[in-house]
């Protein structure tokens, strides 16, 4: 999971980034006042990639998909693509904690079968009690 939304958020970077650049060019808005909010924004996305798998990492993931929609308010193009990464963060959640699963599986699964022994089963000759012809 981590890799899949590290992605997503690395993503969002540039995004954030450039969406800072269409900001600046309007006569409401301060130069401060974009980079500011965008250097925050950059920010987060960046640190939250180290936050993933630790408790709320995910749920400040949401956080920042809603304020990149709402982000649309100042550059409209931002509601398409706060929305398109949306979708990104849930199939990177979604399938990132699928994938995680089945490594899980597939470690338990080694891990069954290195302490079965050399033969497959357990108490297989040459195993520690077994009886040697």
Do not use: N
């Not at 600046?24 to 640190?47: A, N």
């Not at 998909?65 to 990104?88: C, H, R």
Request: hydrophobic share 55%; with cysteine; charged share 10%.
């Amino acid at each position: 999971m981590r890799t899949l939304c590290a992605s997503t958020l690395i993503g969002e970077c540039f995004v954030i980034g450039f969406a800072g650049l269409v900001a600046m060019k309007s006569d409401d808005l301060s130069m401060t006042t974009v980079w500011t909010v965008c250097g925050v924004g950059m920010l987060l996305s960046v640190l939250l990639c180290g936050m993933i798998t630790r408790p709320g990492g995910v749920q400040l993931g949401w956080a920042l998909q809603i304020l990149l929609i709402a982000s649309g308010f100042v550059v409209p193009e931002m509601f398409v693509l706060g929305l398109v990464f949306a979708a990104l963060w849930w199939a990177s959640v979604h399938y990132g904690r699928g994938i995680d699963e089945a490594k899980a599986r597939w470690a338990a699964q080694a891990e069954a079968a290195d302490t079965a022994g050399p033969g497959g089963t357990a108490g297989a000759a040459g195993a520690p009690g077994a009886e040697t012809a």
